[in-house]
């Protein structure tokens, strides 16, 4: 099948390393990373965990005690107040565990279905597809699916792609939507996948 081929070939050429494992730090990274870029949401995650390392610790802290701490990562404010909400209802909900399962993690607030699905596949290893503007907008460029939205994506691609590309395609897909696939002036050039891309904008 086609599109198994050229999912393979995107994960081969932009591999992507999830160092950091832990459920917990995984979320609350994520959470950091909306419409936040990734050097950015780094900082402030590296800043956050160096002084609260479990949601025990980060559920007694203020809002205003983290404000600085993860300002790198914009809109702080709000982030800060879904962070230690989240990490209170960890703790008095869930013992302090992240919950492994979507229908749990949907619960959070400020949790969506990419925020959950990585968790799942980052920590968890289940198979679950993570669909953020990258993979929605290749997705599209290359005829794969002909969605308006993530979440249509997200469905479409679960029908075509077989489980153990699911995790794996959000991360690559990310790297090479950065650095090839750009959503204004993509560099066609230099792209591995040119021969295959339906994209009519294609240079």
């Known amino acids: 099948m086609e599109i198994e081929k050229v999912a393979k070939l995107i994960i081969k050429n932009f591999p992507r390393d999830h160092k950091e494992k832990d459920p917990f730090k995984v979320l609350i990274t994520t959470v950091l990373s909306q419409r ?6 780094e900082i402030a995650a590296e800043n956050l965990f160096n002084k609260y390392k479990t949601p025990f610790e980060l559920s007694k802290a203020k809002e205003k005690d983290i404000y600085e701490l993860i300002k790198p990562a914009g809109l702080y404010r709000q982030k800060a107040k879904r962070i230690i909400e989240i990490s209170k209802i960890i703790v008095e909900k869930y013992s302090g565990i992240v919950p492994d399962s979507l229908e ?25 597809l993570a669909v953020d503007t990258h993979v929605h907008r290749i997705s599209n460029r290359l005829g794969w699916v002909n969605t308006k939205t993530p979440e249509e994506t997200e469905f479409k691609l679960m029908e075509i ?6 995790g794996p395609i959000n991360g690559s897909m990310v790297e090479f939507g950065k650095k090839v696939c750009k959503p204004v002036s993509p560099n066609c050039k230099i792209c591995p996948i040119s021969k295959y891309c339906k994209w009519e904008g294609k240079r």
């Open 161 to 166: 792609l077989p489980k153990n590309l699911w």
């Open 36 to 41: 936040s870029k990734d050097e950015n949401t």
């Open 104 to 128: 749990e993690l949907l619960k959070l607030p400020g949790v969506g279905r990419k925020t959950a699905n990585i968790v799942l596949y980052v920590s968890f290893s289940k198979p679950a």
